[in-house]
């Protein structure tokens, strides 16, 4: 199937990364704007990242048998990793330029909830920079609410926390 035929009803599915697939993810990062590229991290560092975590779980997001994209949850907290969370972190999450506006960053969220959630916990946190181009508007519609925190080095982003039952 063709990326051109990828469509909103495409059944999305994550997959671990291989040696087959590692470098198509790691190119789609730059499928993004260049505006977009400065509020995601590079797919590549993401990966290098997640493998050097004993927390990370991450896996390439496809639409139907179309690579479409990069999901990234860290459990808990680690100061090697600089993630201070009670629960399921969203560490990272990049789905393609081409594959944007079709719903899929939605249902990704919505696929790592009904997975942490199936372990107990009732809380998902991210964090964001801000800015035009930025994801605040994406966030805040899937029902993030601040916590009042920032974090990075230079208190750079805005930790958001969505609850759940």
């Not at 590692?22 to 990242?49: K, R, Y």
């Not at 201070?84 to 969220?109: D, H, K, N, S, T």
């Not at 199936?118 to 920079?129: F, I, N, P, R, V």
Request: charged share 25%; hydrophobic share 35%.
């Amino acid at each position: 199937m063709s990326e051109n035929s990828i469509g909103r009803s495409a059944e999305l599915t994550f997959r671990r990364i291989t040696a087959l697939n590692v470098c198509d993810v790691c190119e789609l990062s730059e499928t993004l704007s260049e505006e977009q590229q400065g509020f995601v991290a590079d797919n590549g560092m993401s990966i290098a990242e997640g493998f050097c975590s004993n927390n990370a779980w991450f896996r390439a997001v496809y639409a139907d048998e179309t690579l479409a994209g990069f999901v990234m949850v860290h459990i808990g907290s680690d100061w090697d990793d600089g993630i201070e969370c009670p629960g399921a972190y969203l560490w990272r999450l990049m789905i393609a330029g081409q594959f944007q506006g079709l719903g899929f960053g939605r249902r990704v969220v919505e696929k790592v909830v009904k997975e942490v959630r199936a372990q107990g916990m009732k809380e998902l946190y991210t964090s964001y920079g801000e800015g035009p181009g930025g994801p605040e508007t994406f966030y805040r519609r899937l029902g993030f609410e601040p916590t009042g925190d920032r974090l990075g080095d230079n208190d750079e982003e805005l930790e958001v926390v969505l609850k759940f039952s």
